[in-house]
C-alpha cells in the first residue's frame, strides 16, 4: 500500500506473475482516480482511471477494482515484465478541479527476471 | 510524452538568484499545471493555468510566479531561489480541469545551493 513515508513501499514480484498495488484513498467525496506509473528520471505517466459509478474498469493487462466502502482502489497488473518497474501512484479527484486533487506516494514495483 | 517539454532538465543555482523553468506544449490544451515532487510527498500543485493570462494558484505557491502568454508556453519563476525549493519540478496539460487525466512532462531537477 501507498505511504507518506520518506522510503516507498517495494513490491517484488516474479516475472510472468500478477501483480497487485493498493491504494488507501481520503476524501469519501472523491469520484474520479486515476493510477499512474513513473519510471525513473521520467514523469508519471497515465495507466488507467475509473469513476465513482464503476467498481472494476479493465485495460490492457491492467484493471482498476475501486471499494467505495472502504475507500480502497487496486491496481492489478497481469503477466508482470520488466517494463512494468516503477513507482506507480493513486490520484484522486472530488470533482473541485485539479487544484483539490491529492496524489498518493506510490508503491514502488521491482520484477524480478 | 503528449507533446510536452519541459527546461532545462536539470539546473543547479544559488540561493538568492531567480530561476524560470519552461513548459512548452503542442496538444493545444487548455490546461496546464505545474507541480513539484518530492522525498515522503505526493505530487504538490504550484500554480496552474486556464487559458492565456489565466492563472492561480496551488497549494505550494509561496515563492513561484507563473505567466502564460500563448496556449502553449507555461513559465514557472522562484524569483530568489532557496534551498527549500531544491526539488523535481513536473509540467502538466489536460484537456479539462475536471476529471481528466494529467499528461506530465519528464520533469527539470533543481537543486539549490
Known sequence: GESVGLHLPTLSVQEGDNSIINCAYSNSASDYFIWYKQESGKG???????????DKRQGQRVTVLLN???KHLSLQIAATQPG????????EDSSGGYQKVTFGTGTKLQVIP | DAGITQSPRHKVTETGTPVTLRCHQTENHRYMYWYRQDPGHGLRLIHYSYGVKDTDKGEVSDGYSVS??????????????????????FCAISEQD????????????????
Request: glycine share 4%; with cysteine; proline share 3%.
Open chain 1, 84 to 91: 512494468d518497474s516503477a513507482v506507480y501512484f493513486c490520484a
Open chain 1, 44 to 54: 508519471p505517466q497515465f495507466i488507467i482511471d475509473i469513476r465513482s459509478n464503476m
Open chain 2, 98 to 113: 475536471l476529471s481528466s487525466p494529467l499528461h506530465f512532462g519528464n520533469g527539470t531537477r533543481l537543486t539549490v545551493t
Open chain 2, 68 to 89: 502564460r502568454s500563448k496556449t502553449e508556453d507555461f513559465l514557472l519563476t522562484l524569483e530568489s531561489a532557496t534551498s527549500s525549493q531544491t526539488s523535481v519540478y
Open chain 1, 68 to 70: 467505495k466502502t472502504v
